[in-house]
Every structure is written in C-alpha cells, then in structure tokens.
C-alpha cells in the first residue's frame, strides 16, 4: 500500500509538472458547480489572473456579458455532464477587459461509481486563426465576386456587341430611307421617332459596355461646374414641387479627366435615383471637392482627383443592401421601374476612367453616392492632333475610292455597303478575314479596307497586320464597339465605333486619306 501510495504521488507530481510546463494552453480543475479549483502558469499567461486572484471565483467571469446574459456558461457544464464532453468556440475576456477567440473544451471527472467530482477545462486562443479563416473566406468571396463580375462582364459585353450589330443595321436602314425619301408629313415623323429609339438603344448598349468596361471613352478634360450647371435645367423639370436641388462646388476646382457624355449619363442617373428615393420629397445635394490621394488607395493611384457626390434624405439602405448596391441586375425598386444596372454601370465606367465609386448609407437618413476622378494635368492631358493642311500633292479625300467591306454580319455589311455607295465609292465585299486576303491576293486595286474587329478564325486586328505585311500602304480602319481588343495589333489602327452614321464614316475616310 505504501508502495502504491508513493507511486500514485510520483504519478501526479509527474502529471502536475506536465501540466505546469505547458504555457500556451489553459489547463484549470473546477468543482460540480464551477468554481476554480487549480489554475495552472498557462492559464495565468492567457487569462492575465494569478492563481491567488481567481482560484474560489466562478469561472463564468471569463465569458462575455451577452454569454453570460444567455446563460452560456452553465449550460456548457450540463452537457458536458451529461454528455461526458463540451467543446466549443467563442469569446472570452482577460482581466484586462480584452477579448479573444477561445477554443474551449470541458470534461466531466468522475469517480468510480460515476458520481461527479467536477470538471477538467482547456483553453487556447486561436484568435490569429480566425482571423486568417476570416481573411481566407474574404478573399474567396472577393476572387467569387470577381469571377462573377468579369463572367457578367463578359456576356454583357457579348450581348451589347450583338446589339451595336443590330443597331447598326437599323440605324444605318433608316439613315439611308430618310435621305431617299421625299419629305412627308405623314411618315416623315414615323421615322423620325424611329432613328432616335434606335439612337436610344445605341446609348443604352455604351452603358452597358461601360459596365463591362469595354466601350470606347471620348477622354477630355471636363468642367465638373459647368458639367453640374448644364444638368440643373434637365434635372429641375424631372422634380416633384416638394423636391429640391442644392449645389455646393469648389470654386477652385481643377478640371478632371472623362468621357463627358458618360459623366453626364452618370450624374443624371445618381440624381434620378436621389429622387426616386424620396417619394415625398426632401433635398438632393450635389457637391465637389478636391481631394489628394498620397498611396495607392484600392484601385485608385496617387494624385488629384475631384469628389463629386449626390447626397439625398431618401430611405437609405441597410449594410446588406448597400453591399449588393453596386452588383448588376439588383434593384430595390418596384418590377418595370429599374433594370438593376444603373450603379454598376456607372461603376464600369468610373473604372474605366481611372476613379472610383464610395457608397454610405444609413437606413431612415439618406444615401450618398461620390464619385472620384482624376483631375487633369499636363500628363494626361490629351494631346493635341497634328493639323494637317491640304495640298494638291495629298489625295482628295472625297474622290471615288474602291472600298473593301468586311464583316461576318450580312446585315451590317449591306448597310455599310449602302452607305460607301451612296458617298459615291465602288465597295467590294468580304464575310471573313479569309475572304478579304483573297480579293487583296487577286491584285485588285483596293484604296482603303473597313472591317468588322469582332470576326471568328481572324480578327479585323488580325486581317490588319496581314494586310500590312503585304501590302502595308492600304490603309485600314476597324470597326468595333470594344474599346479593349484582345490583339495589340490592333491598338493604334483608326477606330470607328458601332453603331456608326453616314457622317461618321465619312469623317473617319477623309482623315485615314490624308494622314501622312
């Protein structure tokens, strides 16, 4: 028996200088009804009391007040009674008031006849675990909302190219009808209203490649005041009479760096928003600041820009909404009265423009939307084009030419025929870049090639670089509604975006012929 008792001794003096030596776990007995009964120096370290402060004490105080409040501690001491173990994860608080993430796990001592002796409990911290499971989950919902944006993107885009294709085929009908058709006031208003839905339709596919970010942007230096005055009429007569706008810009703002026909489409849309929240009226602002931007802050690089804000004292959005703000198709209005892609695309296009979108909101207050951009400077500044003086050395730009029309649409290929020929041009056409290489490889005279960017097996940029090795006097002009082409190639070639007009193809002839 003495034999067995010094054994039992040497057992738990063994067992109590594990216990000792290990300092990142908390390791403490409590009694059946939880009070701290051994404290060991792992416990001291993670928890911050000595053993003389905590040892009699309730070992409830290392919970949470809203833990305590939902009677979490003792309900973890019955099951672990119950069911011989607990474990569990939650907040705990040191003696200094400071909280980390715990692991906990308690187990039921028993003595031979099953009668509960108390409990044994581990604690450890695994707050920089959490964090890095929480930033992991971040970041694959941020990589998600990536994905997903750049698929929606991608089909977006798609969808607005075959609507530019489309367009241009009505658009280029209908031009071609109203120039041949005596003027009449029975029809004549028909097509009329005719050409500018399909002028509308046009705008709406811009704004949808502005979202998918692949819409040609007309970069210039902008007046946000004058831009902001220019709008007041439009907006003022879209107001209820409870409804009013507010306008507080710097004087001394700097001149910023857009497509002004997209900031205004922007602006107007943020204003509409402002009004449809708040059915019964209230005050729209809009303001302009200038603002520095010292490090990369997200996207944005460091420089001037200018912060231009609509701010309403509509309805405002909850934390969930104000997230899905910005995510395509999501709206909060009723069916019929938003598409759900206002902000994003405005966002597309603030992208694009090298500035960005905020959001805040508060629920009940209002909701201001700011966008940030660029100001100008001599750097990106767009630089002057090279005036170039006629002389009777230069072709004449009107003169007859042979034109070679690619596309693999039949529509817009027709109506872009119809166009050439009635400025007075002889037109050959091709329905692909293998096609259009073999009428070049025929030693047929060809004057200038127009093609389509967007064809299967060979790109316009693609036929461009062909044409150019061969025959690398023939000027070439890609039309696209894409402002980024998969193929370098194609990036210094001259561009006539879709839908385009009678005028707009002539204007691009005229300056590919007498550039140098």
């Not at 003389?52 to 099951?79: K, T, W």
């Not at 339709?201 to 007309?218: D, I, P, V």
């Not at 831009?227 to 700097?254: F, G, I, K, Q, W």
């Not at 817009?412 to 073999?438: R, S």
């Given at each position: ?336 009265k938003g598409t759900g892609l206002g902000l994003s695309m405005v966002q597309g296009f603030m992208e694009q423009s090298g500035g960005a979108l905020r959001l805040s909101s508060i629920p009940g207050a209002g909701t201001t939307v700011t966008l940030i951009l660029p100001a100008a400077s ?97 000027p070439v002009v890609l039309a696209t509604g894409y402002a980024e082409l998969p193929s370098g190639d194609g990036s210094q070639l001259p561009r006539l975006p879709k839908p385009f007009s009678q005028n707009q193809l002539r204007d691009i002839i005229r300056t590919v012929l007498v550039q140098p």
């Open positions: 028996m003495a034999d067995r008792r010094l054994a039992q001794l040497e057992t738990g003096d063994r067992l109590r200088l594990l216990i000792n030596a290990i300092t990142d776990h908390a390791i403490y007995m409590l009694d059946p009804d939880g009070f701290v009964v051994s404290w060991n120096p792992g416990a001291e370290r993670l928890k911050g009391y000595a053993a003389d402060e905590i040892i009699g004490h309730h070992f409830s105080q290392f919970y949470a007040l809203e833990d305590r409040e939902a009677g979490d501690p003792g309900r973890g001491l019955e099951n672990a009674a119950r069911e011989g173990r607990f474990e569990k994860e939650g907040w705990r608080v040191r003696k200094d008031g400071s909280r980390f993430w715990a692991s906990v796990v308690i187990d039921a001592i028993v003595d031979d006849d099953g009668s509960l002796l108390g409990f044994a409990k581990i604690t450890r911290d695994i707050s920089e675990k959490r964090n890095a499971q929480i930033e992991l989950a971040q970041a694959r919902e941020e990589l998600f909302q990536a994905q997903k944006m750049e698929a929606i993107g991608q089909l977006t885009g798609g969808i607005a190219h075959d609507f530019n294709n489309l367009l241009m085929a009505v658009l280029g009908s209908l031009e071609m009808l109203q120039k041949r058709m005596p003027p009449d006031p029975q029809f004549t208003p028909l097509l009329t209203n005719a050409i500018r839905g399909a002028e509308r339709g046009a705008a709406l596919t811009q704004r949808l490649l502005a979202f998918s970010r692949r819409q040609e942007l007309e970069v210039q230096s902008i007046d946000i005041r004058l831009l902001v005055d220019d709008m007041l009429e439009l907006v003022r007569r879209s107001l209820t009479a409870n409804t009013t706008v507010e306008v507080d810009c710097d004087a001394d703002l700097p001149h910023v760096m857009g497509d002004a026909n997209q900031l205004d489409t922007a602006l107007l849309n943020l204003v509409v928003n402002a009004r449809d929240a708040m059915p019964k009226g209230g005050t729209i602002r809009i303001g302009a600041r200038m603002c520095e931007i010292a490090t990369q802050n997200g996207t944005l690089k460091p420089g001037r820009y200018v912060k231009l804000s609509v701010a309403d004292d509509g309805e405002g959005m909850d934390e969930e909404t104000l997230i899905r703000a910005t995510t395509p198709f999501f709206t909060t209005k009723g069916i019929g001599e750097s990106n500044l767009p630089q002057p084009e090279e005036t170039v003086t006629m002389t009777p050395q230069q072709p004449d730009a009107d003169r007859p030419l042979t034109v070679l029309a690619v596309d693999d649409d039949a529509l817009v290929l027709m109506n872009t025929t119809l166009m050439l020929e009635d400025l007075g041009h002889t037109v050959i056409e091709a329905y692909n870049g293998e096609e259009a290489l073999a009428v070049i490889e025929s030693g047929r005279a060809i004057d200038l090639i127009i093609t389509d960017h967007s064809m299967p097996k060979m790109t316009g940029a693609e036929l461009a670089s062909r044409v150019r090795d061969s025959h690398p006097q023939t």
